[in-house]
C-alpha cells in the first residue's frame, strides 16, 4: 500500500524589509507571499465578521509582517496594524501561494 502525504511548509522566513514571508515546502519549492496577501486572506473570527458586516478593508498597503509563530499545523503571524489573531495553517499557505 502507497500512501500519499500531502506537502506541507518546513521552514520559513520574513524578508528584510518585513513586507513578504518565504517558506520552503516539503516537495522542495520556494513560495513568496506579501504581507499584504496574508492580511487580506485572515480567517480569523474578528476578519470573518468584519467580512460578513462588510467593514473588512480592500487592502493593507505598506503593511508589515512584525512577528511569526509556528504553531506546528500553522503559523500565527501578527502584522504592523496591530492584528495578531490569525493562524494560518500550512496547506492554506499553500492554497493561497497556488492562487
Do not use: W
Not at 500519499?4 to 524578508?15: E, I, K, L, M, R
Not at 516539503?26 to 468584519?50: F, P, Q, V, W, Y
Amino acid at each position: 500500500m502507497t500512501m500519499t502525504v500531502a506537502p506541507t511548509v518546513t521552514g520559513y522566513d520574513v524578508s528584510p524589509g518585513q513586507d513578504s514571508l518565504s517558506m520552503a515546502t516539503s516537495l522542495g519549492d520556494n513560495i513568496t507571499l506579501s504581507a499584504e496577501k496574508l492580511r487580506t486572506a485572515c480567517k480569523c473570527a474578528h476578519c470573518l465578521r468584519a467580512r460578513y458586516d462588510d467593514r473588512f478593508p480592500a487592502g493593507f498597503p505598506g503593511l508589515a509582517i512584525v512577528e511569526v509563530a509556528d504553531l506546528g499545523y500553522g503559523l500565527n503571524i501578527a502584522f504592523s496594524d496591530g492584528h495578531n489573531r490569525g493562524i494560518y495553517p500550512k496547506s492554506y499557505l499553500l492554497d493561497l501561494a497556488s492562487h
